[in-house]
């Protein structure tokens, strides 16, 4: 159960890794309507994701509170939410595409707040992986192994274009090919040592579940308002993003349905 639960947890870096390998064998940087396209998938994926896989197994847990049952969700939602928010404000970054730095003044380098805008967002996205795992560790009703693997495969899958929209643009920016890929690389190491660390919290706190659901709902709902959507629908090409913002949230539907 153990390797399980130890590949589940790897696989959405594998999807960062595999991405990132792009740069290898691309030439160019990707076009505007690729980079739609790419936002677009990944947020459906973490919307859905955030809805079936967190938010309503967060609801059906705290069942017992009657009327009061979405209190845990809703908690916990706002909590993820405020938590990105503190993030944003004082980790300096630079997100793809955008000439002005977020977060502190800092005199760090624009390949490095690049890829630090990367990992922040993907710390939610390692946390959701790590509560499932955990509540499947609790052996909680609502949280199977197959579920806890739709969640990560979904994750596997928005992380593959997020590994190379951080690759490529790394490239045009003067990167050697093998620094831009370290750079992707990196980026997507902050998820399994995020599930770690969530698997570890939400073993000592398991009533907690419910909250650590939620809070990693929004804190990946935040990032989709905050970056993605704007990433996707700005510009002529706003159409194909929200056309494959349909796309990814559908497959992360069906993969939890499926599966779960």
């Known amino acids: 159960m153990l390797i399980n639960i130890f590949e589940g947890i790897l696989i959405p870096f594998v999807g960062t890794t595999l991405g990132a390998a792009c740069v290898f064998f691309m030439r160019k940087t990707l076009s505007k309507s690729v980079q739609r ?35 845990p969700a809703v908690v916990g939602f706002w909590m993820g ?23 502190p003044k800092s005199k760090l380098g624009r390949t490095t707040m690049m890829v630090l805008a990367v990992t922040l967002h993907n710390i939610p996205e390692g946390m959701a992986v790590g509560v499932m795992y955990a509540g499947f560790l609790a052996e909680n009703a609502q949280i199977t192994a197959t ?12 992380n593959f274009p997020e590994g190379a929209i951080i690759s490529m643009p790394l490239r045009a920016e003067g990167e050697s090919k093998r620094k831009a890929f370290l750079g992707g690389v990196l980026s997507g190491v902050v998820e399994p040592i995020g599930a770690v660390m969530t698997i570890l919290a939400a073993q000592l706190v398991i009533p907690a ?17 905050e970056e993605l959507i704007p990433e996707m629908s700005q510009g002529q090409y706003s159409n194909i993003g929200t056309l494959f913002f349909a796309l990814g949230f559908s497959l992360m539907m069906i993969l939890d349905v499926a599966l779960g």
């Open 147 to 158: 579920s806890a693997l739709a969640l990560s495969l979904g994750i596997a899958i928005q």
């Open 81 to 103: 939410i405020l938590f990105l928010l503190a993030l944003n404000h004082l980790i300096p970054h630079l997100h793809v595409g955008s000439d002005q730095a977020e977060g």
């Open 37 to 71: 396209a790419l936002a677009g998938v990944a947020a459906g994926i973490m919307v859905a994701a955030s809805i079936w896989s967190l938010l309503i197994p967060a609801i059906k847990q705290s069942e017992n509170m009657g009327t009061l049952s979405f209190v």
């Open 209 to 225: 579940l419910p909250y650590l659901l939620s809070f990693a709902a929004g804190a990946m709902l935040y990032v989709v308002v």
